[in-house]
């Protein structure tokens, strides 16, 4: 819902936004009670994998990327007028993408729980519910609307709560995106990362401080030399060029999360294609021209998929 005009708008900061966020989740907690998310959750496919979408033990030099899909921003604004989720995520699909990463808050990201499922009906690709969770019921919720991962961010929950939302996460067959950009949260999670089980959770660095706003590409650089098992490292936010990729690859880091600087071009897929053709070699061997999202593909559609344990 658009924020209500003001003389004098509330400043956006984590804070606020955390705050505004228990408020939205009391309110669906009353609309829609937790039997109702429990029962639909019993109705639908199991989740796609989205681990093994995106964490390669064959070839671990290979680059995934989560592509992401948002209408606006709190930094940027609005920055796509003709949004349309699931033909956005088509070109993703078709360019290469691993994964997708979905918006969910209304209020500063223009997201819908209801574009995941538009999202899936269209690709076959695994989808993480982007938002900022702070109770367990939005991981119901998050099922319940055909996530196969959810976004838990370190400086949103405290250490308590973020096993015990892991624990639900890989309960219900999910894959938690653990994230973290303060140093001091990545040294407190990072240990916590295959917990309870390997092949259910991920360590993303995001390289956009929440308090300013601000991207600093290397960030990820610097934290990647703290994290002993760096395959199963993300790097958010900042990715613009094939170069920061190849940068990102050179200090161990294989899979990137990328919104912005795709869905803000004309032709998203086009951009990601790019992006993922500036990584080739010049004269590539005889198979280097094998898509990179093949495999992640039909590691994710197949819900008897084993996890890596």
């Known amino acids: ?18 705050a505004r966020k228990r408020v939205e989740v009391a309110r669906a907690q009353e609309m829609t009670p937790m039997k109702t998310l429990e029962a639909r959750v019993a109705q639908i496919d199991p989740p ?21 899909i948002k209408r606006k921003s709190p930094s940027a604004g ?56 702070v109770d367990e019921y939005q991981i119901w919720e998050a099922r319940a609307a ?64 929440l308090r300013t706003m601000k991207t ?10 703290m994290v002993e098992n760096q395959r199963v490292l993300v790097s958010e936010s900042g990715i613009r060029t094939a170069d920061d990729l190849k940068r990102l690859r050179a200090h161990g880091i294989n899979i990137a999360l990328i919104g912005e600087s795709l869905i803000s071009q004309p032709d998203p897929g086009a951009a990601l294609k790019a992006l993922l053709d500036g990584l080739r070699p010049e004269h590539p061997g005889p198979d280097a021209g094998s898509n990179p999202k093949s495999d992640a593909e039909n590691d994710s559609t197949d819900p008897g998929d084993q996890r890596d344990r």
């Open 1 to 18: 819902m658009p924020d209500a005009p003001t003389d004098n708008p509330e400043p956006i900061t984590l804070e606020t936004i955390i």
């Open 48 to 68: 796609r994998n989205f681990f093994a979408a995106v964490v390669d033990e064959q070839d671990r030099s290979i680059m995934r990327i989560i592509a992401e």
């Open 78 to 133: 609005i920055i796509r007028d003709d949004f349309d989720p699931a033909r956005i995520a088509t070109q993703y699909e078709k360019a290469g993408a691993a994964a997708i990463s979905c918006l969910t808050d209304e209020q500063h990201f223009g997201g819908h729980l209801g574009y995941i499922k538009q999202i899936k009906d269209a690709v076959r690709l695994p989808v993480l519910r982007k938002d900022f969770i």
């Open 146 to 209: 055909g996530a196969d991962a959810v976004l838990l961010i370190a400086e949103v929950i405290n250490e308590a709560e973020l096993l015990d939302m892991m624990i639900l996460v890989q309960r219900l067959g999910m894959t938690s995106l653990v994230e973290a950009h303060e140093t001091e949260k990545l040294l407190k999670v990072r240990r916590h990362i295959g917990f309870p089980h390997a092949g259910y959770s991920l360590l993303g660095i995001n390289n956009r401080d």
């Open 216 to 225: 600093d590409l290397s960030h990820s650089f610097r934290l990647a030399e």
